[in-house]
């Protein structure tokens, strides 16, 4: 089992920046990834970036790319979200993920297996 703890939410004008984490209860070794998904009321969750925890490479929703930066640290236990230049069109529920064991390309939603409880980021204009 893994847990997810997501923090750094909060308010925010157009063009501001938040920064997310994501703290994982262990480590979910090198062939994972860890994704960062974002739902707004009365829409679907969607993808917003993801990093494998093996070799670093990141992935991105066309939406946030040159915006967003997903990053882990040393310890591969935290994923961060840096989100730059923000717009109101972000507000969402931001969740984090991990899809343990993955072991081909960028996991889609539903093969993700470990789910945090979500943090708001509101970003007003």
């Known amino acids: 089992q893994v847990q997810l703890v997501e923090s750094g939410g909060g308010s925010v004008q157009a063009g501001g920046s938040l920064r997310l984490s994501c703290a994982a209860s262990?480590?979910?070794?090198?062939?994972?990834?860890m994704g960062w998904f974002r739902q707004a009321p009365g829409k679907e969750r969607e993808g917003v970036a993801a990093?494998?925890?093996?070799?670093?490479?990141?992935y991105y929703a066309d939406s946030v790319k040159g915006r967003f930066t997903i990053s882990q640290d040393n310890a591969k236990t935290t994923v961060y979200l840096q989100m730059n230049s923000l717009k109101p069109e972000d507000t969402a529920m931001y969740y984090c993920?991990?899809?343990?064991?993955?072991?081909?390309?960028?996991?889609?939603?539903?093969?993700?297996?470990?789910w945090g409880q979500g943090t708001q980021v509101t970003v007003s204009s």
């Open positions: 993920a991990a899809a343990v064991g993955w072991l081909f390309g960028p996991p889609k939603l539903e093969e993700y297996n470990y």
């Open positions: 262990r480590y979910i070794g090198s062939s994972s990834y």
């Open positions: 990093i494998h925890t093996g070799s670093g490479n990141t």
